[in-house]
């Protein structure tokens, strides 16, 4: 395929294939469409998801690797073990939201712009109020918010979406702390969507796209997680 497929802006129940993404740019399958709860929920649960900038239509995309984290696998280094035990930060679940959203969407001394607009942080937190999005948060001793995690949970995967950190490792205690629960209430993957070298120290695997596809088609819905607010 050598240009996107075009979807009218209605909700969409039904992605194309996403074997039919394109190979330049690597996974660019679809242009179009709605941002809202079930348009969103089909993408994912295909193992699509939307990635464009405030200039640009929605794009929807499923790159030919992907970065797959297992919940279980999730590195702990000697330095993130001490960490973990001065106990100093607090990790919370789906307590800020919004706030996480925000955070990750301001520009940093490495980014100047972002992809999350002003229209995906209202769609996501729309998916929020309806329980299939999740936010992990990190609280310094001064109970500010100093790093986290969101994404998106269909069938029994969460979807990574965007971290931040304020302070030196606020957003890999988010994700070890995501994994070991996730690991408890039976999730076994995390979907990273596009490989790093960061994601692969903590663990991921790069993995063909069929294979997400594949673990998607035969996944059977997680009823302790799906469509609930989480709590510790």
């Not at 996403?18 to 179009?32: F, K, T, V």
């Not at 100047?112 to 992990?136: F, K, N, P, Q």
């Amino acid at each position: 395929m050598h240009e996107p497929i075009w979807l009218a802006p209605y909700d969409v129940l039904a992605f194309p294939d996403a074997r039919q993404a394109m190979r330049e740019p690597d996974g660019l399958l679809a242009a179009g469409a709605n941002l809202s709860v079930i348009t969103l929920k089909s993408a994912y649960e295909q193992g699509i998801f939307p990635w464009f900038e405030g200039n640009q239509p929605i794009l929807w995309w499923s790159p030919s690797v992907r970065a797959l984290l297992p919940t279980k696998a999730v590195h702990v280094s000697k330095t993130m073990q001490k960490l973990i035990q001065q106990e100093r930060f607090t990790v919370t679940v789906d307590q800020a939201f919004a706030a996480v959203v925000a955070a990750c969407a301001k520009s940093t001394d490495t980014r100047t712009s972002t992809w999350i607009t002003e229209d995906m942080r209202v769609a996501y937190c729309r998916l929020h109020a309806h329980g299939m999005a999740h936010s992990v948060e990190v609280w310094d001793g001064k109970g500010q918010l100093c790093g986290g995690l969101y994404g998106v949970f269909v069938k029994n995967l969460f979807c990574g979406e965007s971290m931040f950190s304020q302070v030196a490792n606020a957003s890999k205690l988010a994700l070890i702390w995501l994994g070991r629960f996730l690991a408890k209430h039976g999730c076994c993957y995390i979907d990273c969507q596009l490989p790093t070298a960061h994601l692969t120290r903590m663990g991921a695997k790069n993995v063909p796209r069929e294979t997400l596809l594949s673990i998607l088609a035969t996944m059977q819905p997680n009823t302790r997680l799906i469509n609930a607010a989480w709590a510790t």
